[in-house]
């Protein structure tokens, strides 16, 4: 069965201690995989997307990166503004159905 | 401004009482979808839509219908609504030109079913 598993759930950090969320994921292909954030009361925000093993994207803070098998996203010097639930999905080859992960819900503390 | 916009953003109704979820995209948007999002669960895809008259189920579609009858518009349905509907719901749409872009959420649906 295709699934998507997110790692950890929930994350303390104070501000400025860098750390990283994990997504690993089984599907037979990969189309693509996608971070989002979402804030409460509002839909998730897209932020990446990767296609192949070894590609890299960064934005701000934000540094995702995608294995074989995984996905993740290192946060650097993080700020009270980047608490938030980061959700992973992944589309598998051949189909343009979406599969999400529980997310990690991220609080930075100041 | 680039947008999709879902109506109501709050429902509270009764068993059995069909009901309707709008949702619109002003982006042109080829590809159209509904969530559930439930504690513990995440988002699940409902179904999804590729073009006009071209729909297709996700992982959870039992007890759903959709329509797709204009390109800007993706409405979900639930004829007879039952308490294990009561979820977030999210419309999304995107792009399919050049592959895999991302997917743009409205804001939710709250629906709660007695």
């Known amino acids: 069965e295709d699934q998507v598993t997110q790692s950890p759930e929930a994350l303390r950090l104070q501000e400025g201690e860098s750390s990283s969320l994990n997504c690993s994921y089984t599907v037979s292909g990969l189309r693509g995989l996608f971070w989002y954030r979402q804030d409460p009361g509002k839909g998730p925000e897209f932020l990446f997307t990767l296609y192949s093993a070894g590609e890299e994207k960064e934005k701000e803070r934000l540094k995702a990166t995608l294995t074989k098998k995984e996905s993740f996203l290192h946060i650097t010097a993080p700020k009270p503004e980047d608490s938030a639930t980061y959700l992973c999905a992944v589309q598998e080859a051949g189909t343009y159905k979406y599969i999400f992960g529980t997310g990690t819900r991220l609080k930075v503390l100041a | 401004e680039a947008q999709v916009t879902q109506n109501p953003r709050y429902l509270i109704t009764v068993t059995g009482k069909k009901l309707t979820v709008t949702c619109s995209q002003n982006m042109n948007h080829e590809y159209m979808s509904w969530y559930r999002q439930d504690p513990g669960l995440g988002l699940r895809q409902i179904y999804y839509?590729?073009?006009?008259?071209?729909?297709d189920k996700g992982d959870v579609p039992e007890g759903y219908k959709v329509s797709r009858k204009e390109k800007r518009n993706f409405p979900l349905i639930l004829e007879s609504p039952s308490p294990n509907q009561t979820s977030l719901y999210f419309c999304?749409?995107?792009?399919?030109?050049?592959?895999?872009?991302?997917?743009?959420f409205g804001d939710g649906t709250r629906l709660s079913i007695l």
């Open positions: 839509s590729m073009n006009v008259e071209v729909t």
């Open positions: 999304a749409s995107s792009s399919l030109a050049g592959g895999n872009q991302p997917q743009h």
